[in-house]
């Protein structure tokens, strides 16, 4: 356990050699509060646009330094039972009516051992206060804007101690706190409240070099003139306005499938084919058709240039 906590980096240089090492391009800048949040034991707090690379954030560090990615995906109406515990009613009741057949009548024995640790179901919140032999988790509280109110500040509770309280076993706290990663797409705003618990980074869409270097990393197999007509292409729709924009993760998609399809370049016919895979929204797919669709493609040629 001591080696996992001594394994972190010391330096903001050894954080950016972290996350290549990982396949994460990253910024200084990101860097940075990477490094920040680890040295100082404090939840970082990432927004950004969905498909910018908020999750794989996380994803990231648990391989890099070895430690359990313990994941809770937030969805509106998320609650207690969901996210932290809930107690395993059908064995419960097994257990009760075998103690009962067995002839079991102290109601205060039977209640102890039915309300004990076997019988609780941990969920994402709760398993993260854990001892690991490999060192604390990486929790990753993803899309917190999906939740309510009332769950953020339950979150906002267990943030400030680490601890859970389970009225029939008493509090559970981690012995050591688990690394925090929260994202938000910013579909509302998250309460102030929590965002002063953590540290705070907008992940926003790359330039062009970084964004480049991201797609040689991931989609080694496109050719280097490909590469770079879809990186422009991308970057030129990005200044359109769109519903949503493609993230890095279109981005990725579409070079997959335009390689699948053998394609050498980027033209007209073949975009339009396969802006299903960029643009997620007809609305953004009409939009970007004929003389519009001719007209970005020249902009993103001539960045090129």
Known sequence: MEKALTNLPTSIDETLALLTRGGYVADRSLATVIFLSLKMGRPLFLEGEAGVGKTEIAKVLSHT???????????????????VYEWDYARQMMAIRLAEAAGEQDRTRIEHDVFSERYLIKRPLLQALETFTEGPPVLLVDELDRTDEAFEAFLLEIL?????????????????PPIVIITSNRTREVHDALKRRCLYHWVDYPDNTRELEILRKKVPQAADTLSRAIVAFVQALRKLDLFKQPG?????DWASALTELD???????????????????????????????QKTLEAAKAAVA
């Open 160 to 176: 400030s101690d680490f601890q859970v309280s389970v009225p029939e076993l008493g509090t559970i706290r981690a012995e050591h």
């Open 263 to 293: 394609a050498v370049s980027l033209d007209p016919s073949t975009i339009a084919d396969t802006l299903g895979v960029l643009l997620k929204y007809q609305d953004d797919i009409q939009k970007l058709q004929g003389s519009e669709l």
């Open 248 to 252: 890095i993760a279109e981005t990725l």
């Open 65 to 83: 330094l070895g430690r359990k990615l313990i994941r809770l995906q937030c969805y509106e109406g998320l609650d207690v039972s969901s996210a």
